[in-house]
Structures are given as C-alpha cells and as structure tokens.
C-alpha cells in the first residue's frame, strides 16, 4: 500500500489536523488479530465493544481515552514459580494494545470485566445545538391575506 503525504495541505487548511491523522492511520496495515473483540450496537445512540481477555485480571488491564482515540492494553505480569512446569501453553500470555477511533460525540459510560470479556460501552450524545430542528415560517402580518368584506346594499 503506498504512502500518502499530506504535508502540502497542512498549509492550506486549518482544524483539519485528525482528518488528516486519521487518513494517514487507514493507510497503515494492521494485522493484530489479538485479542478477538465485537463491536455491538446495543440501541439507538448505544454500542459495545467486547473484548476476549482471557487470563487477564482487572489489574493487568488499562483503558485510556484520549481526545477520540480509546486504546485498550493488557500486561500480564510475570509470574514466578519455579515449582510449575508447563507442558503445554495454549492461554497467550503476550502484551497487546489495541485502538479504536471514536466519533464525534460518543462518550464511555463504563468498563467492566466478566467471564473474560472486557466489556466497554459507549453512547454517542450529540448536544442539543447540533441536533436538528425544525423552523416554523412565520408570514409578516403586512403581507398577510386580508380579509374582504362583504357590503350589504339595499335595494
């Protein structure tokens, strides 16, 4: 994949500072498929994202929101037995750190870890300023329709 450089447009353009950040980041190829998660959405401003973080413990763990970028690390402390012997090592034990982009607007409600899932869930509100809404359009009362009256003539 070729490299885009947005350099140039940097002096032309101004507040348009993470759209080029986040074009940039689509060009970079991530192949971290560790650890599996879902992104859900759980109603109509409500999503999740579900992590597998099997063997983790909530101290292992750190979730961190920076402006609109929510990156998620797991350490696994070393653990020092010199009794055990391991024969077999299916459970991964490797650090990871994993980012997701967030929208405009969409704040974290919780965190919470169950089962070996990390759960995170997320609402996007938008304030009221920037929802739509609807204008009445008023007529000037100059421009109204008037009224005609009816004139009674005897006859």
């Known amino acids: 994949m070729r490299h885009f450089d947005f350099s140039p447009?940097?002096?032309?353009?101004?507040?348009?500072?993470?759209?080029?950040?986040?074009?940039?980041?689509?060009?970079?190829?991530?192949?971290?498929?560790?650890?599996?998660?879902?992104?859900?959405?759980?109603?109509?401003?409500?999503?999740?994202?579900?992590?597998?973080?099997?063997?983790?413990?909530?101290?292992?763990?750190?979730?961190?929101?920076?402006?609109?970028?929510?990156?998620?690390?797991g350490e696994k402390t070393e653990e020092k037995n010199e009794e055990k012997t391991v024969l077999y090592r299916g459970i991964a034990k490797r650090a990871f750190e994993r980012r997701f982009q967030l929208a405009d607007h969409v704040e974290v409600r919780s965190a919470h870890l169950k089962n070996g899932l990390l759960h995170i869930d997320l609402v996007r509100e938008i304030p009221e300023a920037m929802k739509p809404r609807r204008i009445e359009i008023a007529v000037p009362k100059a421009e109204a329709p008037k009224a005609i009256e009816a004139q009674v003539v005897d006859a």
Do not use: W
């Not at 980041?25 to 991530?30: N, T």
């Not at 099997?54 to 990156?71: K, P, R, V, W, Y």
């Open 9 to 73: 447009l940097y002096r032309s353009t101004v507040g348009f500072d993470r759209v080029f950040t986040m074009l940039d980041s689509l060009a970079q190829p991530e192949n971290q498929t560790y650890p599996p998660y879902n992104i859900e959405k759980t109603g109509e401003n409500a999503y999740r994202i579900s992590m597998a973080v099997a063997g983790f413990d909530e101290s292992e763990l750190s979730i961190e929101l920076d402006q609109h970028l929510l990156t998620i690390k």
